[in-house]
Nanobody, 130 residues
Framework: QVQLVESGGGLVQAGGSLRLSCAAS????????TGWFRQAPGKEREFVAA??????????AYADSVKGRFTISRDNAKNTVYLQMNSLKPEDTAVYYC?????????????????????WGQGTQVTVSS
């Protein structure tokens, strides 16, 4: 079992940066693929970024909409995954959720499927003003 708690959200101006953190409980967290998803009001939840386990190479995957602007990383010693968000745009405004999967092992197409993530945090609000 693992529990995830996101933090670091807030209000920033367009072009600004935020770093989201996802603190996890459970020693097995480092063995899980971890992802970030977001959901804007009135829209479906969408994939943002993910990273595989360190054993599998720590391979990252990004949605096209954030590629080049966002960076996902993990610190296994701290049981924490991060999402560094740069050059933020108003369309990035959403609730951001951290999630972990026990069944996604590689950075293939499945890494984007929210249904394959077993554990979810409560979400943290990111608002980007124009």
């Amino acid at each position: 079992q693992v529990q995830l708690v996101e933090s670091g959200g807030g209000l920033v101006q367009a072009g600004g940066s935020l770093r989201l953190s996802c603190a996890a409980s459970g020693r097995a967290f480092s063995t899980y693929t971890t992802g970030w998803f977001r959901q804007a009001p009135g829209k479906e939840r969408e994939f943002v970024a993910a990273i595989t386990t360190s054993r599998s190479g720590g391979i990252t995957a990004y949605a096209d909409s954030v590629k080049g602007r966002f960076t996902i990383s993990r610190d296994n010693a701290k049981n924490t995954v991060y999402l560094q968000m740069n050059s933020l745009k108003p369309e990035d405004t959403a609730v951001y959720y951290c999630a972990a999967s026990t069944v996604v092992y590689y950075a293939g197409s499945n890494i984007q499927r929210s249904a394959l993530y077993n554990y979810w945090g409560q979400g943290t609000q990111v608002t980007v003003s124009s």
